[in-house]
């Protein structure tokens, strides 16, 4: 197992060209932030703050315009295999099973066969897609196919998840599962995870803690540790005291922007 | 609301046999595996698709009987079935049929390789594309049957001026349709890749390619018939052999019937030849 390294983000500005013309748009205005090694951090905001595209740095697939991310202690100039990113849609291949989706990573590091399909068999398992494995995805479900995502983030033993609204595209029910399973299996790896969301809640009920960011361009407007023990239980944690308070709170600062806008 | 069990034990005793055999006892046993024939239309549909060729095959045949048309143009079905019965008997069209075949299949493989690869080298290249895109477009909106005159002259009445007629024809819709099928590739598993730390090799064979073997299907479903078409085309226009040339012959004889029973075996092949493709799409395309 990797030993889990920290996320450095200093002094970021970011522009975007605007398609067409020579104007720019700023996308990110001065955030710094610091993650602990194993911290699991979620970033709340409204659409269009910059939230993808921060997790994109953290990703090396965008450059920032000023400033640096860190990954550990390199500079995240580019991809790195240390890195799993979920995305609302799966995003699985069409023509591999699941087994073969959950393989991909491994297959990319030339890993041998045995040693990718019991890797696959050990996650399918845990997901709960066992009997699943030689379906393809055209015969799964929305949320068995995120449940394959999942598994193919964990299959390469990362020592960074960055996940984009993972569960946005899940019903009430089935999102509530899967983030309990999510953090299931986070709390066994305590890799340093990333969760952009739109869902106070769930930032708050699955993150160490939560970032809020203000309107385009974003800003870091709160930064909250939310204390509550884990192991947790999502279900009964929305009644607790310390929940309401913060989800209380947060609601304010995130209202504020929606109120001026 | 009906099937809400009545009583407690009921309900308990389901379970328990339930569980007893692995859980599915209790439900209804599935569908019967259903088999592909459904693909080719129930027994309806099948009677009626012959009912339509015995309709047209009768009023053809009724309208020339009756003097309404001139059989000297049109022949009958009876005359176009008896052509097709003696030529096909006596062996005289195997030869054209051979030589059509022989050159579109040469055609269609070499075309289409070329037009694949095409594709997968603009797709992969951007600035190669950027720089070529405005001459495929031109080259792909010209009439290229027009170009099957210059294809006499460069190669002869032979078997390559009509293969390279028909390569003329497939080439560029797989070049086309490769190209498209990669572009339309989902991003998001592109960014996957990207983050999964894939090189560029890795890419394209675990990415590129695959993504696009539906567009090429898709465009190899096309390109047996523009090859086919390509093919019959310079035939027509000069050479020693073949379906095409036969056509000519039938027409400047005013033997109608052997026009007609020459088009029915080209359209045959035509659906053959797509069918075959088909064919192959549906095994290597499981997983749609
Ligand atoms: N590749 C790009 N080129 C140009 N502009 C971009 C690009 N990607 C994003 N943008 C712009 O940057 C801004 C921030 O986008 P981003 O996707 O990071 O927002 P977000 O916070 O993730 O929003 P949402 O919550 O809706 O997903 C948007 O205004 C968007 O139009
Ligand atoms: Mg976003």
Redesign the interface.
């Known amino acids: 197992m990797n030993p889990p390294s920290g996320i450095r983000i200093e002094g970021v500005t970011h522009y975007f060209a605007k398609p067409g013309s020579k104007e720019y748009t700023p996308v990110l205005s001065d955030v710094s932030l610091e993650a602990r090694a194993g911290q699991f951090l979620a970033l709340v905001g409204p659409s269009g703050c910059g939230k993808t595209t921060l997790l994109n740095m953290i990703?090396g697939?965008v450059q920032p315009t000023h400033g640096k991310v860190y990954r550990g202690e390199e500079l995240a100039t580019r991809?790195?295999?240390d890195?799993?990113?979920m995305?609302a849609?799966a995003?699985l291949?069409?023509?591999?099973t699941a087994q073969k989706n959950v393989e991909?990573?491994l297959?990319?590091?030339g890993a041998p066969r045995q040693e990718r399909a019991d890797t696959a068999a050990r996650l399918l398992e845990l997901t709960g897609l066992k009997d699943f494995a030689k379906s393809?995805?055209?015969h799964l479900s929305q949320g068995m196919r995120q449940r394959v995502a999942l598994a193919r983030t964990f299959a390469?033993k990362p020592k960074f998840v960055l996940m984009d609204e993972p569960f946005s595209a899940l019903d009430a029910q089935t999102k509530l599962a899967h983030q309990e399973e999510f953090v299931r299996i986070w709390e066994q790896t305590r890799t340093t995870a990333v969760l952009v969301t739109h869902d106070l809640a769930e930032a708050i009920l699955m993150a160490d803690r939560v970032v809020v960011f203000s309107p385009r361009p974003g800003r870091i407007k709160a930064d909250l540790e939310i204390q509550l023990p884990r192991p947790r239980d999502l279900e009964t944690l929305r009644f607790d005291e310390r929940y309401r308070d913060i989800h209380e709170r947060m609601w304010m600062e995130l209202k504020q922007d929606v109120d001026h806008a | 609301m009906s099937t809400v069990p009545k009583t407690y034990s009921e309900t308990k005793g389901n379970e328990e046999s339930a569980t007893a055999s692995g859980g599915d006892a209790a439900l209804p046993p599935p569908p019967a595996p259903s088999r592909n024939w459904r693909l080719y239309g129930n027994l309806t549909t099948q009677a009626l698709r012959i009912g339509v060729l015995v309709l047209v095959c009768g009023l053809w045949q009724l309208s020339t009987s009756l003097g309404w048309v001139d059989p000297f143009l049109v022949s009958t079905p009876w005359d176009v079935a008896r052509f097709l019965v003696s030529s096909l008997s006596s062996g005289d069209i195997w030869p054209h049929v051979q030589a059509t075949v022989t050159a579109t299949l040469i055609a269609f493989v070499v075309g289409s390789l070329a037009g694949i690869v095409t594709g997968l080298v603009l797709s992969v290249s951007p600035r190669l594309n950027a720089v070529l895109d405005p001459y495929l477009t031109i080259a792909n909106a010209m009439p290229r049957v027009a170009l099957a005159p210059l294809f006499l002259l460069w190669f002869g009445l032979g078997q390559t001026s009509k293969v390279m007629m028909g390569i003329s024809t497939g080439y560029f819709i797989l070049v086309l349709n490769t190209h498209a099928g990669v572009k339309a590739i989902d991003p998001d598993l592109k960014t996957i890749c990207h983050v999964m730390g894939a090189n560029r090799l890795q890419m394209f064979t675990k990415l590129i390619l695959p993504a696009a073997v539906p567009a090429i299907f898709a465009g190899l479903r096309l390109s047996v018939v523009y090859s086919l078409l390509g093919v019959v085309l310079a035939e027509m226009l000069a050479s020693q052999a073949g379906m095409g040339q036969l056509l000519q012959y039938y027409a400047g004889l005013f033997q109608v019937q052997g026009v007609f029973g020459v088009l029915i075996c080209l359209s045959l092949l035509a659906v053959a030849g797509t069918a075959v493709v088909g064919a192959v799409e549906n095994r290597i395309l499981r997983w749609q």
Request: charged residues 25%; positive net charge; without cysteine.
């Open positions: 990703a697939l991809p790195d295999r890195v799993a990113y995305l849609r995003a291949f069409p023509w591999r991909l990573g297959e990319l590091r393809y995805p055209s390469l």
